[in-house]
């Protein structure tokens, strides 16, 4: 059984088996030998745990990508699972030493019984884990818990026994013996203190009489007498109370006097004291104020220098873009023709690849087919205008199979064709991102074929390829987490990574990768998760379009993030749901192109957004409908 870090059960590792088994019996999620395989209707075949584990988080086929569930997976071919079942295989417990090898069909009735399975030892203190065949030996001659035989324990516990027998009779007499004694003795002692008792009180009673008379009578005596020195002793105090009265008088009010003072005395030292305390506590509480207010000026200050600065690059990137524009065109409303390639349809229940490329022209606003231009089928790749070329970069092919190649066009020819460009991808992918910048592509995420014969798998890194000789390439960074199906656009020397699939999971997320200071940060999110949407940049905004939120549903929403504040908003929603469309903008037109609808369907329809007035409005429909094409403008002068 394969070791992972997974929480499910995986393939066979290939160094169990007799032979080297061909990579067509091997899953592509684990990579390892096909373990109760199953496959979807084109007759893919994965792992049954790997797909079930898989299919919790997707409903496509990795390899083929069409609609699958569990409930539409179906066991693999007989001929598969007999080949697979034929295969002769290590027992699970040949590291403890089984030599062992089985077929695989009887591979889980030898495990059950295998005698190098590991148990734990049943002697009290010892946890040691040891084969099942030798348990019995371990437990009763090497364990240090052990229990020990002596020759001579039946003899020494008959003795022990008979000892203990006699002591508990003896016991048992004694005790009877000396419940009796204490009986009787218990007996005699209450009749003799009965007796004593009796004649106590007789006695006690009489000299009682005697002494409550006696006393009554000094008790009368001495009340006659203290009756007597009351009355002197009243007499006295009626003499003198006059005088007492006013020497009482005079000695309190001197004490009250005296207390007065004292108190007063003790109420300043407290109020000095308060004050005091009162007045340090009131100091820290200023300073604090003091230093709260410094560092809310200070955000204050830096919010409007922020501000201000986003406010003068924005000015100049729109003087930059108002200057170029005037030089390149004659008119400020002339507006660039588009070139829309590849992408995929439905025909039937299939999903198929569109060899076709159009343009669109803004003179007489018409879609056009480039007879000359067929090509070669790619679904999920991404392109760029490079020295008047459109270039296609990676994506599935026309077989399904991940590619690396590029692809470049002249579409300042009409009468041109598609020719190979002057060098690859670093990678086979699909569903990434590139961005051209003099001279250098820089590529992110997307799914990649690592090596040849293995599955494609969630790429965290980011390339530069050289498109001039020597055309070498290298990986500048990695992403904090892998992504796919998610937006780039490049602003100011830095890269900005937007939205997408972010590990397992549609996210919000925005990661701002600087290729002057080679660094990663996390930027504040979109305003919600998204995956499969166009981004287009205008000025310091990346237009976010369409795409699909985490639940799945498509979108027509529209967000404007701005790169240098983080800040977003909403713009006017699409006349259409839309994911897995392309866009590109054109002066200060954005154009969105195909994707699929809320009804799953291909679309051909084509809406622009006029980012002056706010509006969207219908285009032509193109000649083919497309989901995950890939477009780019060229200037008609």
């Known amino acids: ?378 679904a999920n790749a991404c392109s760029f205008l490079y020295q008047g070329q459109m270039v296609v970069a990676g994506g599935y092919d026309n077989r399904g199979n991940l590619t690396n190649t590029m692809k470049c066009l002249n579409i300042a020819d009409p009468a041109t064709t598609w020719k190979d460009f002057a060098v690859n991808l670093p990678v086979k992918c699909s569903r990434h991102k590139v961005v051209n910048h003099n001279d250098q592509l820089f590529i992110s995420g997307g799914y990649i074929q690592p090596s040849a014969g293995r599955p494609s798998k969630l790429s965290d890194a980011v390339y530069e390829v050289q498109l001039v000789p020597p055309y070498s390439n290298k990986i500048l960074t990695r992403l904090p987490q892998p992504r796919s199906s998610h937006g780039m656009e490049m602003f100011d020397q830095k890269l900005f990574i937007l939205g997408g699939i972010e590990g397992k999971k549609t996210t919000a997320s925005v990661v701002q990768y600087d290729l002057i200071k080679n660094e990663c940060k996390e930027m504040p999110p979109l305003p919600y998760a998204v995956r499969e949407m166009a981004t287009v940049l205008w000025r310091n905004n990346v237009l976010v379009i369409g795409g699909e939120d985490h639940r799945y549903e498509r979108l027509n929403k529209v967000a404007m993030y701005d790169v240098i504040t983080g800040h977003s908003q909403m713009l006017p929603c699409m006349k259409k749901k839309r994911s897995g469309c392309t866009a590109v903008l054109t002066g200060n037109v954005v154009v969105v192109m195909g994707g699929w609808n809320d009804n799953s369907e291909c679309l051909k329809s084509v809406e622009c957004f006029d980012l002056e007035r706010q509006v969207w409005q219908d285009l032509p429909d193109m000649l083919e409908s497309r989901v995950h094409s890939t477009a780019v403008v060229k200037s008609n002068h």
């Open 1 to 378: 059984m394969a070791c992972s870090k997974y929480d499910y059960e995986l393939g066979y590792e290939d160094n169990r088996f007799e032979i080297v088994v061909s990579q067509r019996f091997h899953c592509p999620i684990c990579f390892l030998v096909l373990k109760d395989p199953v496959m979807c209707k084109n007759e893919h075949y994965y792992c049954s745990s790997c797909m079930k584990k898989h299919l919790e988080n997707s409903s496509f086929c990795p390899t083929c990508l069409e609609h699958l569930s569990v409930d539409t997976l179906r066991p693999a071919s007989r001929i598969v699972n007999d080949y697979i079942s034929e295969l002769n295989i290590h027992c699970d417990f040949y590291p403890r030493g089984c030599p062992e090898m089985v077929q695989v069909e009887n591979l889980k009735r030898h495990v059950a019984s295998c005698g190098f399975s590991p148990v734990q030892c049943s002697n009290d203190g010892c946890n040691v884990l040891v084969n099942a065949s030798d348990k019995l030996h371990h437990e009763t001659e090497v364990c240090d818990f052990r229990n020990l035989k002596c020759h001579d324990c039946g003899q020494v516990k008959n003795e022990v026994k008979e000892m203990k027998d006699q002591i508990k009779n003896e016991m048992k007499g004694m005790k009877e013996e000396m419940k009796n004694e204490i009986k009787g003795e218990v007996k005699g002692m209450k009749d003799e203190i009965k007796n004593e008792m009796e004649i106590m009180n007789e006695g006690m009673k009489n000299e009682i009489k005697d002494e409550m008379k006696g006393m009554k009578n000094e008790i009368k005596d001495e009340m006659k007498g203290m009756k007597e020195g009351m009355k002197e002793m009243i007499d006295q105090v009626l003499v003198h109370q006059d005088q007492m009265q006013d020497k009482i008088s005079k000695e309190v009010k001197e004490e009250v006097k005296n207390q007065m003072k004292n108190e007063m005395k003790g109420m300043k030292e407290e109020i000095k004291n308060e004050m005091k305390g009162m007045k340090e506590e009131m100091k820290n509480e200023m300073k604090g104020m003091k230093e709260e207010m410094k560092g809310e000026m200070k955000e204050i200050v830096m919010n409007v220098v922020r501000d201000v600065m986003a406010g003068i690059i924005s000015l100049e990137v729109e003087m930059k873009n108002s200057n170029q524009s005037s030089q390149a065109t004659c008119s400020s409303d002339a507006k660039e023709n588009i070139f829309v390639v590849g992408g995929a349809h439905k025909q039937g229940v299939k999903k198929v690849k569109n060899k076709s490329t159009e343009c669109f022209n803004w003179a007489d606003q018409t879609w056009t087919l480039l007879d000359s231009a067929v090509f070669e089928g790619r």
